[in-house]
């Protein structure tokens, strides 16, 4: 049985979470506390972070690499798109510049170097690039979703619930109308259940 050490609310975990429960691999799903990491998780990855997938003896500990590796094993809907480049564009657009910003408008009281609302409209000009990928469709890059829309689902959610007033009245309707649709999806609740 492959086994996958998650904490429920982790971005990372839940982008892994989806791709797993998408390409049917069956898994076992440790939820792990950050305060008390189990042991066997930390001996297979002392990185000691979430998540971890064991797959019958192959470690991965970082969460694309679950997702492709999930995907690799069975993608019915075409989530890789024939290994579109746009899709590795856009999750490196989102891991390395989007999350920042995230996290400094998320947690400012640690960035008081500038006030909260530098930091959101920062991250708010991903947003804006992200609407517009929506302009003639549903989804981020093609006519169905993609690799692309589950890994940055988690961390735009994550953005819109640090103040979901201000989320609510910005012009990113068709981003407030994408998120939507997968909050309410059963992809993305089943792997939220607690």
């Not at 809907?77 to 996290?103: P, T, V």
């Not at 093609?142 to 940055?152: E, K, V």
Request: aromatic share 10%; charged share 25%; proline share 5%.
């Amino acid at each position: 049985m492959n086994t996958l050490y998650s904490f429920r609310r982790c971005p990372y975990a839940m982008r892994a979470r989806m791709a797993l429960r998408y390409s049917g691999v069956p898994v076992e799903i440790v939820e792990v506390s950050l305060k008390a990491k189990p042991a066997e998780m930390l001996a297979i990855s002392p990185k000691g972070s979430v998540p971890v997938l064991d797959a019958g003896g192959q470690v991965i500990d970082e969460s694309l690499e679950i997702m492709r590796w999930a995907l690799a094993q069975n993608d019915p809907d075409s989530w890789l798109l024939e290994n579109d480049a746009r899709i590795a564009e856009l999750i490196d657009a989102n891991d390395q510049g989007f999350k920042l910003h995230l996290n400094r408008y998320k947690y400012a009281e640690r960035y008081p170097e500038q006030p909260m609302e530098v930091y959101r409209a920062e991250g708010a000009l991903f947003l804006q690039r992200l609407d517009e990928l929506l302009t003639d469709r549903d989804y981020l890059l093609a006519d169905h979703a993609s690799l692309a829309d589950i890994a940055l689902l988690p961390f735009v959610r994550q953005f819109a619930h640090v103040d979901r007033e201000w989320f609510a009245q910005t012009p990113y309707v068709r981003l407030q109308a994408w998120l939507q649709r997968f909050l309410e999806s059963d992809l993305f609740t089943s792997i939220m259940k607690k």
